[in-house]
């Protein structure tokens, strides 16, 4: 196979791949049962957080960006959807629970993950990092005390 056409598959793979990852946020966010999206939503964030160090690894900076981005759009995907429920989290701390330390392990996977960047890339994508520690706090807090402090 030609090396020009060999490049342009690449490049058309890589392409379907972001749209059908867009495609299964969608699909996430068209979920009824809100504690489901949430657990769908934080299984959404793994892939694409996966799909992100797969494209860093290519030296692909846009694709790692744009993985990145909606790995932070599925992690506050999980916690609107939570909050959806109505439930009260020191009430029915379960799902609160199971989203509060898998967001956890996400962070600890991310930070991981931004320690092989460069010192100007990992400030670029400060804000994703930054959204997801607040996430996990947000749980954090919740199950402990509640949505709404008393203090």
């Known amino acids: 196979?030609?090396?020009?056409?060999?490049?342009?598959?690449?490049?058309?793979?890589?392409?379907?791949?972001?749209?059908?990852?867009?495609?299964?946020?969608?699909?996430?966010?068209?979920?009824?049962?809100?504690?489901?999206?949430?657990?769908?939503a934080l299984d959404h964030a793994e892939k694409t957080l996966h799909a992100a160090e797969d494209a860093y690894g290519k030296g692909e900076w846009e694709q790692?960006?744009?993985?990145?981005?909606?790995?932070?759009?599925?992690?506050?995907?999980?916690?609107?959807?939570?909050?959806?429920?109505?439930?009260?989290?020191r009430k029915s701390p379960g799902p609160f629970k199971r989203a509060e330390i898998r967001t956890r392990r996400l962070q600890r996977h991310l930070e991981?993950?931004?320690?092989?960047?460069?010192?100007?890339?990992?400030?670029?994508?400060?804000?994703?990092?930054?959204?997801v520690q607040k996430v996990h706090e947000d749980l954090l807090k919740a199950v402990m005390v509640g949505w709404e402090s008393k203090s």
């Open 112 to 131: 991981d993950f931004l320690q092989k960047m460069s010192v100007e890339e990992r400030e670029q994508l400060e804000p994703v990092r930054a959204a």
């Open 1 to 40: 196979m030609k090396p020009v056409r060999r490049a342009a598959l690449i490049v058309l793979g890589l392409v379907l791949a972001g749209a059908a990852m867009r495609a299964d946020l969608s699909a996430v966010r068209s979920e009824p049962n809100p504690e489901r999206r949430a657990k769908l």
């Open 64 to 89: 790692t960006a744009a993985a990145l981005e909606e790995f932070r759009q599925a992690v506050d995907l999980s916690i609107e959807s939570l909050k959806a429920t109505g439930k009260k989290p």
